[in-house]
């Protein structure tokens, strides 16, 4: 057996995931991860998950998982320190309109311009457009109704510039009392 091959199994697999995950050019996903290794998908998943584990430990790597795939990212909360290292200007600011927009649509997602419209109550095209230039969604497909709408989604970046690593650490979506759910208001209509 080389040299390499012995080093190579002596390193834990969240540390060979770590390597490739660091030189990987984007996103990638359990099953590229499980095939550069010659490992199952399931050994991978639980590779991640240690890995995820030890970056939880005041770290400033973070494990990201968007749509299945991973990637390592920096924490939000360090963001300053990099773009000052980085010479870039500080974080443009988004309007409330994309707030708003990008908000339905994290929440919602798959999600089509019509039904944004009907909950912003105003047309969303100029700020869609805005959003898919600054990278924050994306299409991805077409809705199975009239006229087939554009459907939109979150995407990586989106993570990265709200500072999560996955949809599930977004809020809980909280609904003012005055609105009640559809399944009650036809208990209150009932007979």
Do not use: C, W
């Amino acid at each position: 057996m080389s040299n390499s091959t012995e080093t190579q199994t002596q390193m834990t697999l969240p540390s060979r995931l770590e390597a490739l995950l660091f030189v990987a050019s984007g996103p990638v996903s359990p099953a590229q991860l499980a095939s550069a290794l010659g490992l199952s998908t399931n050994d991978v998943e639980h590779g991640l998950h240690a890995l995820e584990e030890s970056y939880s430990q005041a770290s400033g790597i973070r494990l990201q998982k968007h749509g299945g795939r991973y990637q390592l990212t920096t924490p939000a909360e360090l963001s300053a320190d990099i773009e000052r290292f980085l010479g870039l200007e500080g974080t443009s600011r988004l309007s409330r309109a994309a707030l708003e927009s990008l908000a339905i649509i994290a929440y919602q997602q798959p999600v089509t311009r019509p039904r944004m419209d009907s909950i912003r109550g105003v047309n969303s095209d100029g700020v869609l457009k805005s959003l898919l230039s600054k990278g924050l969604i994306q299409e991805i497909g077409r809705a199975e109704a009239p006229g087939r709408p554009i459907l939109y989604a979150t995407t990586t970046d989106f993570l990265q510039y709200f500072g999560l690593n996955s949809l599930q650490e977004l809020p809980p979506l909280e609904l003012p009392e005055d609105i009640l759910p559809v399944a009650n208001t036809r208990e209150i209509f009932k007979d």
